[in-house]
C-alpha cells in the first residue's frame, strides 16, 4: 500500500508561483504513473499533469505554466506551477497509477491552493 503526503499549497496573487510536493511512504517504481489532480468547488476532479519514466501530460489549461516532475530517489513527485490565475484554485491531488498489483491507484489528501486576482 502507497501512503501519499501533499504539501506547499497556499495563498498567491495571480501571477505568482507555487511548488507542489508529493511524499510517498514506499517506493516508487520506474512503471508507476504518478500524476496532479485539481477540484474546484461544484465541479469534477479534473487531471492536471502525469508524468511516466519518459513522457509528460498536461491539460490544454495548464500547459506552458506548470511543470510536473518526479525524483524516485526521493520517492518524490512536484508539481511547478507558475504565472498563475484565479482559475487554478482548487484543491489538488497526489495520484499514483501502478499497472501491477492490486489496488491500482493511490490518492492523497490534498492540499489547498487559493489564487488571489
Known amino acids: 500500500q502507497v501512503r501519499l503526503v501533499e504539501s506547499g499549497g497556499g495563498l498567491v496573487q495571480a501571477g505568482g508561483s507555487l511548488r507542489l510536493s508529493c511524499a510517498a511512504s514506499?517506493?516508487?517504481?520506474?512503471?508507476?504513473?504518478m500524476g496532479w489532480y485539481r477540484q474546484a468547488p461544484g465541479k469534477q476532479r479534473e487531471l492536471v499533469a502525469t508524468?511516466?519514466?519518459?513522457?509528460?501530460n498536461y491539460a490544454d489549461a495548464v500547459k506552458g505554466r506548470f511543470t510536473i516532475s518526479r525524483d524516485n530517489a526521493k520517492n518524490t513527485v512536484y508539481l511547478q506551477m507558475n504565472s498563475l490565475k484565479p482559475e487554478d484554485t482548487a484543491v489538488y491531488y497526489c495520484?499514483?497509477?501502478?499497472?501491477?498489483?492490486?489496488?491500482?491507484?493511490?490518492w492523497g489528501q490534498g492540499t489547498q491552493v487559493t489564487v488571489s486576482s
Open positions: 495520484n499514483v497509477n501502478r499497472p501491477y498489483g492490486e489496488p491500482s491507484d493511490f
Open positions: 514506499g517506493k516508487i517504481f520506474a512503471t508507476d504513473v
Open positions: 508524468i511516466t519514466r519518459g513522457d509528460t
